[in-house]
C-alpha cells in the first residue's frame, strides 16, 4: 500500500510554463488537499476536494487549479507559473466522512523551482 | 478568521532539558486542535490531537481555552526530537489551518 504518492519529486520551470503536478493516493480517502510550504509562512492550503467531483478554494488559490475526476487523483496545475510559485508542495488525504477525526496523511512533496 | 500563531521560528535545547512549543489561536468557536511533526528527509505526521488527550513520545499538549493557547510539551527532550513542528487548527468543512512551523533542535 503507498498511501499518497506525488509526482514529481522536483522540477525546475521556466516562468511562463504550464504545470501539472500529480496526486494519487489509495486509501479511498473523500478529502484530499494541496498546501504550499514556504519558510516563514508554514503550510498554506491552495485547493481542496472533499469528495469526487467537488474542489474549493483554500487560501492561496491564485494562479493554480484543480480537478477531481475520481476518488484516487487529485491534480494541481499551474496554468502559467511565475516565480513566486517556487515552494514546496504538498498533498493530503483524509477520511472526511469521521466528523472528529480528522487526521491528514500527506504524500512526500514535490519542490517546485520557478526560474 | 481563524489563525495559529507559532512564536518561535526556531527552539534549540540540550538532550534531557525540557520543551516546550508555543501555539495559540483565534477561533470563534469550539477548537479543535493538533499538532503535526515533520522529521529529517520524513513526511509530515500528525503527533497528536487534543481531543484524544494522550501522550506521543512523550509529547503531550492542553487546549487552554482561557489563554487560547495549546503548547505542545516534553519533560526530556532527546535528540530523535529533532524536527519542524506545526500546530495545526480545524476549520469548517474539515480543512487545517497551520501555523508558521517551529524547528526543534535537540543538541547533545
Known amino acids: 500500500i503507498a498511501g499518497i504518492t506525488q509526482a514529481p519529486t522536483s522540477q525546475i520551470l521556466a516562468a511562463g510554463r504550464r504545470m501539472t503536478l500529480r496526486c494519487t493516493q489509495d486509501m479511498r480517502h473523500n478529502a484530499m488537499y494541496w498546501y504550499r510550504q514556504d519558510l516563514g509562512l508554514g503550510l498554506r492550503l491552495i485547493h481542496y476536494?472533499?469528495?469526487?467531483?467537488?474542489?474549493g478554494k483554500g487560501e492561496v488559490p491564485d494562479g493554480y487549479s484543480v480537478s477531481r475526476a475520481n476518488t484516487d487523483d487529485f491534480p494541481l496545475t499551474l496554468a502559467s507559473a511565475v516565480p513566486s510559485q517556487t515552494s514546496v508542495y504538498f498533498c493530503?488525504?483524509?477520511?472526511?466522512?469521521?466528523?472528529?477525526?480528522?487526521?491528514?496523511?500527506f504524500g512526500p512533496g514535490t519542490r517546485l523551482t520557478v526560474l | 478568521a481563524q489563525r495559529v500563531t507559532q512564536p518561535e521560528k526556531l527552539l534549540s535545547v540540550f538532550k534531557g532539558a525540557p520543551v516546550e512549543l508555543k501555539c495559540n489561536y483565534s477561533?470563534?468557536?469550539?477548537?479543535?486542535l493538533f499538532w503535526y511533526v515533520q522529521y529529517s528527509r520524513q513526511r509530515l505526521q500528525l503527533l497528536l490531537r487534543?481531543?484524544s488527550r494522550e501522550s506521543i513520545k512523550g509529547f503531550t499538549a492542553d487546549l487552554n481555552k482561557g489563554e487560547t493557547s495549546f503548547h505542545l510539551k516534553k519533560p526530556f527532550a532527546q535528540e530523535e526530537d529533532s524536527a519542524m513542528y506545526y500546530c495545526a487548527l480545524k476549520e469548517y468543512g474539515n480543512k487545517l489551518v497551520f501555523g508558521a512551523g517551529t524547528i526543534l533542535r535537540v543538541k547533545s
Open positions: 493530503a488525504s483524509s477520511d472526511g466522512d469521521r466528523l472528529n477525526y480528522n487526521e491528514q496523511f
Open positions: 477561533y470563534s468557536g469550539s477548537p479543535e
Open positions: 487534543h481531543i
Open positions: 476536494s472533499n469528495t469526487a467531483g467537488t474542489t
